[in-house]
């Protein structure tokens, strides 16, 4: 093991001017800037680790001024210490008591948490040279396990039967790895639907993303019923009624008006329906799935934490799982939530809707995949076609399907021309204001 120690901890403010053309517009969130809080760790040796945290422009600085508060807990560390107990590290960085005040385990604090947590990842897997889901493929499932948090969800899941899952596969596991190697990871689009939209672009994109392979749609609903019925129909029209077509509102509806919108769009069969509700509502979610069954709900790019999940799960309110890659506290808690997932059957499918995303998730689809679901049925990872440029190591998207990353690390570094371009608010991009 290395003996690197990370001397220092830059968080940097970067935020893309997406709003301009309404790329990841929904019915909640009108006109995103796509951004980053951006978290690098130096390191004495020169090999850094990157990790950002996603936010969509207005209160990134928030997340900025918390990865500064959590840096102490890693400053001075080797990254030996932290890997050698990757729990322990887990919860120091997350359970400092004052900090922890002002979450816990959610909002500014968690996402800021996760920004560090995937930057000491991104630096593990650069110090093993190894893309970050292989670094974990090659772990035992003892190794595994002793970075799960699992305070809190023993009720749902102990670590004896985290350990039955991951061996249970055991014997099949290097066929799944070359079954990636070779075919990749299936995914869906989700740039096609955005809100802000003409219709007429949504049905050119909707052309060129089944041109490329693509076999599942997603269309932002929920501002106006009229307008997704509208819009649902030209989508189905140009996919065709073999492909699937899922249906995101953003947490726009009460519990019973997203049961009777559902019902409304029922007939454009709808794969899913995503975020019909707040986020928080464990309960609502779980009279939404049983009042539009057999549609299932998904939801997850909110979730804030793993006890959430543990209880959407419980409740049976969900039938796909969207975690996401820096809401959830960084890779270790996001193993805690494929694990419980894969014990209550629910599809892992992960949120990639921003920036830097869908660099992150490739990595946990494919980990999954062969590690813990050992199942493709009903999985697909979210692509958004936005800002890879800007990546050292942007995704290869092939015939519709994620081909697995082979660079060492986390795939999450930004080219250090996006960082200074981006830079918010005194980069080139936003001079003249946003
Ligand atoms: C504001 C964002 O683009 C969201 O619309 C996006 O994350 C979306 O919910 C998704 O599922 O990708
Ligand atoms: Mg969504």
Known sequence: MSPLRITGVEALDVRFPTSRDLSGSDAMNPAPDYSAAYAVLRTEEGLDGHGLTFTIGRGNELCVAAIRSLSPFVVGRTLESITRDMAAFWYALTGDSQLRWVGPEKGVIHLAA??????????????????????????????????????????????????????????????????????????????????????????????????????????????????????????????????????????????????????????????WVEEPTSPDDVLGHARIAEAVSPIRVATGEHCQNRVVFKQLMQAGAIGFCQLDACRLGGVNEVLAVLLMAAKFGIPVCPHAGGVGLCEYVQHLSIFDYIYVSASLEDRVLEYVDHLHEHFVEPVRIENGRYMPPQAPGYSIEMRPESLQEFAYPSGPAWEGGA
């Open 114 to 271: 996760a920004a560090i947590v995937n930057a000491v990842w991104d630096l593990w897997a650069k110090a093993e040279a190894k893309p970050l889901w292989k670094l974990l493929v090659d772990m035992t499932p003892e190794q595994i396990v002793a970075c799960v948090p699992f305070r809190y969800i023993t009720d749902a899941l102990t670590p004896e039967e985290a350990l039955e899952i991951l061996r249970r596969n055991e014997g099949t596991r290097a066929a799944r790895e070359a079954r990636m190697l070779k075919e990749g990871y299936p995914a869906y689009t989700t740039s096609a639907g955005w809100l802000g939209y003409t219709d007429e672009r949504v049905r050119e994109l909707c052309r060129e993303a089944v041109a490329q392979g693509f076999t599942h749609f997603k269309q932002k609903v929920g501002a106006d019923i009229e307008d997704d019925v509208r819009r649902a129909a030209l989508i189905r029209e140009e996919i065709g009624a073999g492909r699937k077509l899922m249906m995101d509102a953003n947490q726009v509806w009460d519990v019973e008006e997203a049961i009777a919108s559902v019902r409304r769009l029922a007939e454009f069969d709808p794969y």
